[in-house]
């Protein structure tokens, strides 16, 4: 242990001398761009349709899967919808753990009275339920994309960009239920009941099924390393570079070391979390996530309220937009691609990270928390995403704080004046809001890196102390110095975890659509015997 944090901490000593001294910081992320400058615009790269648009190959991959997912599961997006909420409920909790046919496969009244004396709560694999495993990759999702980066994309795209967003919303939810469900079946469970899961497993394992061993410990391996470095920069450094810059704004600490302090503070607050492992990281998250969100559409609504006689003008404004483009650079496409772009990057639908989380949840039937994910995107982007767009419209036609095909940089300021024409002060709250929704995803992200760290090095208390160590130390790099090329790399980092995730869920889809058949099967057989008069065993749980 003591040779693993010696070479750390020799590692670490530049960097921190470095971050101390912004002229230096300069010189690391000049340098950082020399390197690193091919990868980020390979990734990132646009093919170019026309002289005036041009669209990143990698959201064509994250929707065109998308896509193909919706369709292969018959619209599961929108067949699933009300069965998702009743997961997450518990209203099948009974079968998840003990299994359908267990409880109710050709029994008697009597024999169903013996069962309840046996029924043992812990007979399902798993650390968290369906709602702490959603609140815990939402609060990967939810955060500064959803404020910010909404009035980025309206800027570019105008209000119709806010029409393709949420139509990147609901296709997303197709990605998420493929992806969610074969991290639960494939996922690893230690003898101590930790789950170790996400497309490293289900890549590995899953290909090998498939007789294609080789490559999917290939793409196994290029996916830990990816989510490892999207987990140390836009999981971390990047969200703790903004919290801290929107607290220093809201206190008025420029120029002194509030900044420094700052990023001490949250580092201790998210070393105290992550430490706990998934089941603190759950814990903390279905608390902050629901308040979270819950404040900012209630802001929201009363901003909608108040200024009521807009909203036909807006929703009309939004299906004009999105369909004609006119006054927006690239037509029609362009506000097609702006509304994609966002609605893709916001919920990350696709990407894989989300099923790390996921894995760790209670249940016998993949399905189960595959159909539960699906409300992942909904609630990140045609909700709260569309609230954002709303408020910013609406307000935009009184008070000009936008002009539409002008793109600005600082999306947060967009949104706070949009909410302060109504609510005074609300920024405040915002600004609070901005750094809640930082420490959560930086937390999930924390897990979600240390998933791929002990992927590729191991498992055991050593190694996980050396990841965790390195993760909170880099938010407080990160809120003390510039960051630019190292967050440029770190978001290719992320989404480059596409490739991988995407070719191995498009093989294994029909594992996917079998699972989905199994638990929907177990559903019916639940329902069936209530309907012939047997006792609802998720009583008893």
């Known amino acids: 242990m003591k040779k693993y944090l010696l070479s750390l901490l020799a590692f670490l000593i530049p960097i921190l001398t470095f971050a101390q001294e912004q002229t230096a910081s300069d010189k690391i992320d000049t340098i950082f761009r020399d390197y690193t400058g091919w990868f980020v615009e390979g990734i990132f790269y646009e093919i170019p349709f026309s002289e005036s648009f041009q669209i990143p190959w990698v959201l064509i991959v994250l929707i065109g899967g998308a896509t193909y997912f919706t369709i292969y599961f018959k619209f599961i997006n929108f067949t699933g919808f009300r069965t998702a909420f009743r997961v997450v409920r518990g209203k099948y909790e009974d079968i998840e753990k003990h299994g359908a046919d267990t409880l109710y496969g050709d029994m008697t009244p009597n024999e169903q009275e013996d069962l309840i004396e046996t029924i043992r709560d812990d007979s399902a694999d798993g650390e968290v339920s369906h709602f702490q495993a959603l609140t815990a990759a939402l609060s990967a999702t939810v955060g500064l994309g959803n404020i910010a980066g909404v009035a980025v994309a309206l800027s570019i795209g105008g209000p119709g960009a806010t029409f393709w967003m949420i139509v990147a919303g609901l296709l997303g939810m197709a990605s998420k239920f493929a992806e969610c469900t074969l991290g639960v079946k494939y996922r690893d469970v230690g003898p101590d009941g930790t789950v170790y899961g996400g497309p490293m497993y289900y890549l590995k394992k899953g290909l090998a099924s498939k007789g294609m061993g080789k490559l999917g ?163 990140d982007t045609v909700i709260i995403c569309t609230m954002t767009a709303l408020v910013i419209i609406i307000t935009n036609f009184d008070n000009n704080i936008l002009q539409y095909g002008v793109p600005v940089n600082e999306g947060v300021e967009i949104t706070a004046v949009a909410f302060d024409t109504v609510i005074p002060h609300f920024s405040i709250i915002l600004t609070i809001a ?104 998720s009583k008893h749980l």
Request: glycine content about 12%; some cysteine; aromatic content about 12%.
């Open 434 to 537: 901005v750094i809640l929704f930082a420490v959560s995803t930086m937390i999930s992200w924390s897990y979600y890196g240390l998933q791929g760290w002990i992927f590729l090095f191991g498992r055991g208390k050593v190694v996980e102390l050396v990841y965790k160590t390195i993760f909170c130390i880099f938010i407080w790099i990160g809120s003390v110095i510039s960051l630019g090329s190292v967050i440029d790399f770190s978001d290719a980092m992320i989404f480059a975890m596409v490739v991988p995730n995407i070719i191995g869920v498009i093989i294994l889809t029909p594992i996917i659509r079998k699972e989905l058949k199994r638990y929907m099967s177990a559903i019916r057989t639940k329902h069936e015997a209530l309907d012939e008069g047997l006792e609802d065993m």
């Open 217 to 379: 410990k290939l793409l196994a391996i290029v996916f830990a390393v990816f989510v490892i470095g999207g987990s140390f920069g836009g999981g971390n450094m990047f969200q703790a570079n903004q919290a801290s810059a929107q607290f220093v704004q809201l206190f008025e600490l420029q120029g002194t070391s509030g900044a420094m302090w700052f990023g001490a503070v949250m580092a201790i607050v998210v070393a105290f979390v992550i430490i706990g492992g998934i089941k603190r990281i759950a814990k903390v998250t279905e608390k902050i996530v629901p308040f979270m969100a819950g404040t900012y559409v209630v802001g929201g609504l009363i901003v909608l309220a108040v200024n009521y006689h807009h909203i036909g003008d807006a929703f009309a404004l939004i299906f004009e937009g999105a369909f004609s483009g006119l006054g927006i650079a690239g037509g029609l496409v362009g506000v097609m691609i702006q509304g994609i772009r966002r609605g893709a990057f916001s919920n990350e639908a696709g990407v894989g990270s989300a099923a790390i989380a996921h894995s760790a949840v209670r249940t016998k039937y993949p399905a189960s928390e595959g159909i539960v994910a699906l409300l992942e995107p909904f609630i």
